[in-house]
């Protein structure tokens, strides 16, 4: 029987490694022990450890109570996992694992509040790294309580800091650099507005919330890496039996990462990411990472999605692989999206090569069908603005673009299941698709293809219906020169040829 991952495992040399690295400071608290930040961030530390950049080591601990069983698991594998890194690679499918070895503490902030406080006081202390999702960015009203854990993430990091306020006097030298990886423009903002708003609603003094502002830094940040997490139990095991032992917290992910922090690049001597070669960029404004990311990775995720069930196909590779589809999503990308950013062609080319050899990951079976969720809100982000440069700019219409709307059209058109529990489209081949989006969305949808069935409309009328949806797209698209018209050639085309 293997023995699980612990120091025990570990080699001579990795067991000296593990108690040199104990016995560095803690120099930062992270709140998430989930797969995205460990096989994000810790795995960044982890390089940079393991070049000699970074000796501070980590303190983590989990956003709420149900992550308990995880922080077990760590503490009894002595705060080690394995991560496992795959993808392509020059067009080459490549495998890496390694042990990251980054937690001297682990704990439960819910049953060892003491130990939350105790970090506060701490002169080491300088990082805070986040991953609670987007709810964690979310201001709920919540009473402080002395002596008891608060729930909220916000709110601990009030308290965090209040603590810290109070034990330094209000040192300019010794505020905290937080570092959210939550998945929301601007979410060093929102993290901040939230622990003001708590300091306020608690009665704290003005000083504090001062010092919180003047000596305390929240930064935006974009991040991006696509962490698969356990890889299922056949895998697991052949992994097991190479390594010579088990692993509960195993997890994997792509070879490719982003880290976008906007701040100044002298935030590398204290945190040198980049030095260690990793993809990680301290910048003034994140908006052209935030762009390229919108408009190329999840436009062409939206684009290529009601297209791809409609058609019978289920995965992003598959797609990607399939012979008209997939040199359709690449012509659309190349030929009508980029054309319309503000940046440099050949950056964001390579950008767009980078995204389609994501897609192609032989390693990540990502269905179309989750991507699908609120498809319509969707397109209004990521594809609408684009049709609207060409609007904008008295440009034809992007052909391609307006195909891909009119798949999405054609997918909302959706009747209500047998049960009346949700909605359902059918595919060119007859089979049906559930629709997973806002049920009023919906319901509008759908009468608008019943009327239409029933031949009360014309195909054009219906397409002038459905663009008239001002709620849906914050404008009425059914006024915009020409779209209708072409939307409707397209339809027609969709239902005449599947193509």
């Known amino acids: 029987m293997l023995n699980l991952l612990s120091r025990a495992v570990l080699n001579k040399q990795g067991q ?70 795959r993808g392509l690679e020059d067009g080459e499918p490549v495998e890496r694992d390694e042990i990251v070895n980054v937690f001297a503490e682990i704990f439960d902030p ?37 002596k008891q854990p608060i729930l909220s993430f916000s709110g601990k990091m009030t308290l965090l800091l209040y603590e810290r306020y109070k034990a330094f006097e209000g040192a300019d030298d010794l505020g905290l650099i937080f570092l959210p990886c939550e998945l929301l423009e601007n979410n060093g903002d929102r993290l901040r507005d939230c622990v003001l708003r708590f300091a306020e609603d608690w009665g704290l003094p003005t000083a504090f919330m001062a010092w919180i502002v003047e000596h305390n830094r929240f930064m935006n940040s974009l991040v991006d890496r696509i962490v698969t997490g356990y890889p299922g139990d056949e895998q697991a095991g052949e992994w097991f039996d190479k390594w010579g032992y088990t692993d509960k917290m195993l997890s994997t992910a792509e070879l490719y ?87 440099g062609v050949e950056e964001m080319k390579d950008y767009a090569n980078t995204v389609f050899e994501r897609y192609l990951n032989p390693f990540i079976l990502h269905r179309l069908s989750d991507i699908a969720m609120n498809s319509i809100s969707k397109f209004k982000a990521r594809l609408l603005p684009t049709l609207a440069y060409y609007r904008d700019n008295s440009l034809p219409l992007p052909e391609r673009l307006v195909h891909g709307f009119a798949g999405l ?57 459905l663009l008239g949806l001002t709620e849906l797209w914050g404008d009425d698209l059914s006024l915009w020169p020409e779209l209708a018209e072409s939307i409707n050639v397209q339809l027609m085309g969709l239902e005449n040829d599947n193509v």
Not at 120 to 125: C, F, M
């Open 409 to 465: 059209l054609r997918y909302y058109k959706v009747k209500q299941n047998v049960d009346g529990d949700g909605y359902e489209g059918m595919t060119f081949g007859g089979s049906s698709y559930k629709v997973r989006d806002d049920v009023k969305v919906l319901e509008q949808l759908a009468s608008i293809w019943l009327e239409a069935e029933r031949g009360e409309y014309q195909t054009i009328h219906t397409v002038k219906l």
């Open 257 to 343: 990462h982003l880290w976008a922090i906007e701040g100044e690049s002298e935030l590398e001597q204290k945190l040198p990411l980049k030095q260690a070669g990793l993809n990680v960029h301290w910048v003034q404004d994140l908006k052209p990472f935030q762009l390229r990311k919108v408009r190329i990775l999840n436009g062409a995720h939206t684009l290529m999605t009601p297209l791809g069930i409609l058609h019978g196909v289920s995965y992003v590779r598959e797609l990607m692989e399939h012979p008209d589809l997939g040199i359709f999503i690449r012509e659309a990308v190349e030929n009508e999206i980029l054309p319309t950013l503000p940046y």
């Open 16 to 85: 000296q490694e593990n108690d040199d690295f104990n016995a560095s400071p803690i120099t930062i608290l992270q709140i998430g022990e989930g797969n995205f930040i460990r096989g994000f961030f810790d795995w960044m530390i982890n390089e940079c450890h393991k070049q000699g950049l970074y000796d501070g080591r980590i303190s983590v601990m989990q956003p709420r109570p149900s992550g308990a069983a995880n922080i077990a698991k760590l503490k009894e594998q002595d705060g080690l996992f394995t991560l496992v890194i």
């Open 110 to 146: 819910y049953s060892d509040w003491d130990a939350f406080l105790a970090l506060a006081v701490s002169r080491d202390l300088q990082f805070v790294v986040s991953n609670t999702t987007e709810a964690g960015l979310v201001y709920q009203p919540e009473a402080y309580v002395e």
